[in-house]
């Protein structure tokens, strides 16, 4: 982790919320307390910072600085708000074509998502705040670049952001071995977000609950599922070859 990407001490990252840096999360010491930590929990709860609360010997191991207590990692990204991009993708006569992340936590796979994502036009990658993977300097340089260009939109609650999805018209694909259709007898040439899961657990059961569809890709050897990048390369192609007729 490079020193610019993080920021120590309980002052300098209320300063650095304030200003408005985009941080990814913030990791306290359980113990802390005071007037001091009381603001800095208010200004991360009113911007809406992931605050995560972990032993002092943790923070020790991140950095020997004088951290008071406190450490914000600083996102490589400017997120940017899915109710804001979606009308105006229609706005732009354009026909959505997302990818929707459940769970993803590997760096190295998300940047090769992203880079994939990138080249195929999709306009952008949901993530959840909670549960899923910080955009640092790796996954930048693993996207080739990419996540300077690419829209990422980090939400609070994916099933409602699902769910605003649905109401805005788009439908929810989720790529899983549950299903019986195969990815390539579905159509992607309307309004789609394609949902992708960790490669242990899959989508959670609350997302595929409420998805459109839910479709496979056919596999005939004898490990349990494809990488999540190689997966997302499979059914974000299909959806541009469809749109390509």
Do not use: W
Not at 96 to 120: H, K, M, S, Y
Not at 132 to 157: E, M, Q, Y
Request: charge should be neutral; charged fraction near 20%.
């Amino acid at each position: 982790m490079e020193k610019n990407e993080m920021i120590f001490g309980i002052r300098a990252v209320i300063e650095a919320v304030e200003a408005g840096k985009e941080i990814d999360k913030v990791l306290v010491k359980k113990e802390l307390q005071g007037d001091l930590a009381k603001e800095l929990f208010s200004v991360l709860k009113d911007a809406g910072v992931l605050i995560q609360k972990v032993p002092v010997e943790r923070l020790n191991r991140i950095t020997r600085k004088n951290h008071q207590g406190v450490v914000a990692f600083i996102s490589s990204v400017t997120y940017q708000s899915l109710e804001n991009l979606i009308p105006g993708l229609y706005e732009e006569g354009k026909v959505p074509l997302l990818v929707v992340l459940d769970g993803i936590t590997d760096v190295r796979n998300f940047g090769a998502i992203a880079r994939t994502c990138e080249c195929a036009g999709v306009h952008a990658i949901v993530i959840p705040q909670r549960g899923s993977v910080t955009v640092n300097a790796d996954a930048v340089k693993t996207s080739a670049g990419a996540l300077h260009t690419l829209p990422v939109c980090r939400v609070r609650n994916l099933h409602e952001a699902l769910r605003f999805l649905q109401n805005s018209g788009i439908r929810l694909v989720a790529a899983t071995e549950k299903a019986d259709q195969s990815y390539t007898e579905v159509s992607y040439t309307d309004p789609t977000a394609i949902i992708l899961g960790a490669e242990d657990t899959g989508i959670s059961a609350d997302s595929l609950r409420i998805c459109d569809q839910m479709v496979k890709i056919p596999q005939f050897g004898t490990i349990g599922s494809l990488n999540v990048s190689v997966a997302a390369g499979v059914m974000i192609y299909e959806a541009i070859r469809q749109r390509m007729v």
